[in-house]
């Protein structure tokens, strides 16, 4: 799914005209508004004769700014509705004391054959 990730996100989305930094669990450089993806739990979802034939992918996409972050958001409910991934809810408006940026979170899964 690692992969799947990485080609539907990219390592930039662009939104409103904008290049939009994109990382795996952790992003290390400058810009204020950036997005971070982390696999946040696998469970099996189909077994049969004693082995797991299916599996639920769980992904958290989290987007850091130090603005508004509305367009960006459904930017990426768009790109992972595109690639059959299902929306299961987003966090509460945060806001970062210590980066001064405000965060929210969308998760999604997505069922795989094992």
Known sequence: MNRELQEILGDYLEVDNLLIPVA????????NTYIVW????????????????????SVDIDIFSDKNYLNIVEKIKELMRTNEWVWTGDSADLFEEDTGLYHKTCTFEKERMI
């Not at 982390?38 to 992918?57: F, H, K, M, R, Y």
């Open 24 to 31: 795996q669990i952790k992003y290390t450089g400058n810009e």
């Open 38 to 57: 982390t696999i946040i739990n696998e469970i099996p979802a189909l077994s049969g004769n004693d082995t797991d034939l299916a599996s639920v992918v």
